[in-house]
């Protein structure tokens, strides 16, 4: 081999390096993107995605000061041992409110007049507070501020919890029924909070809604709702939420929130909050993975 051909070799390795070296700088530009677009893409879900739970006290530690916390759990703990004795008829209604989800799709709105156990409440079904006023309470746990739950579902919440323990969980029901006057408060005080910071009053309102759920529109001013323990993630793969997710169909309840699920049903996972739903539901929800959303859309109830 000449000199020149040498040099020409040369000069297509060295060509044949540079291009490679291209490929892997387009590469990783190309796998940096992606990881940028998807971590914006979960805060998105996160800031869109409140928690059913904020009680303020929790939810809001991250960005409130200690005054307002305060100040909203007083007014929460003042309000909620209420217990109303008036009676229900054997079915439910739900003023519909229609909306987009943030994935651009549409959120399912439930007839009126369904059965009481599959009742939708959420950011788009909204339950009348002349409803929430006359559940029949019944108190299950007497230690706690909100320890009543429709008077329906006492007997299978208490047999869930008795046979949770038996298999060794340690658990019992924290928070269950909320009045719609205490989310009502709640929600106004975390309105107000936004307000004082500078948001318009409208857009304050759908800031506070991502933390406090509109009165009417959480779970626990159904009386169907269950928090267990410390009401956290603290819950999440402990020997009694293993067992509840395995069996608290067979007692009709159901987890909630699910993770992965968070734009249908616009709350993040809570493995701690189960619903009653009924047996029958619940064992196809908890069978199929799916949300009580879902199942309602399946089923169109
Ligand atoms: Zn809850």
Request: hydrophobic fraction near 35%; proline fraction near 3%.
């Amino acid at each position: 081999m000449s000199m020149s051909e040498q040099e020409r070799a040369r000069r297509r390795r060295e060509s044949r390096r540079r291009a490679a070296n291209r490929d892997i700088v387009a590469l990783a530009v190309l796998v940096l993107a992606v990881v940028i677009a998807v971590v914006s893409v979960s805060c998105a879900v996160g800031n869109a995605n409140g928690s059913e739970d904020s009680e303020p006290s929790r939810a809001t530690k991250r960005t409130t000061t200690t005054t307002s916390a305060s100040e909203t759990t007083t007014t929460s703990e003042s309000t909620t041992s209420t217990t109303t004795t008036t009676t229900t008829s054997g079915s439910t209604t739900t003023t519909t409110t229609t909306a987009k989800p943030s994935n651009g799709g549409e959120h399912y709105v439930q007839p009126a007049g369904g059965a009481w156990n599959l009742m939708l409440v959420n950011d788009w079904n909204t339950m009348p507070q002349e409803m929430v006023d006359s559940i029949k309470l019944e108190v299950v746990n007497s230690s706690v501020t909100n320890g009543s739950v429709d008077a329906r579902i006492v007997e299978p919440l208490k047999r869930m919890v008795a046979d949770c323990r038996k298999a060794g969980g340690n658990i019992w029901a924290q928070s269950m029924f909320r009045p719609y006057d205490t989310q009502k408060r709640l929600y106004n005080n975390e309105v107000a909070r936004w307000v004082k910071k500078g948001y318009s009053q409208a857009d304050a309102e759908v800031k506070a809604a991502t933390i406090v759920k509109r009165p009417g529109q959480s779970e626990h001013n159904t009386g169907l709702a269950v928090d267990f323990n410390n009401c956290d993630s603290s819950f999440t793969g402990t020997v009694a939420y293993n067992w509840l997710v395995e069996h608290c169909a067979e007692y009709g309840f159901i987890l909630r929130f699910p993770k992965g699920k968070e734009d249908i049903t616009g709350v993040i996972f809570e493995s701690w909050h189960y619903r009653y739903v009924g047996v029958e539901a619940a064992t196809e929800i908890m069978r199929d993975g799916i949300t009580l959303e879902e199942y309602c859309q399946r089923h169109g109830v």
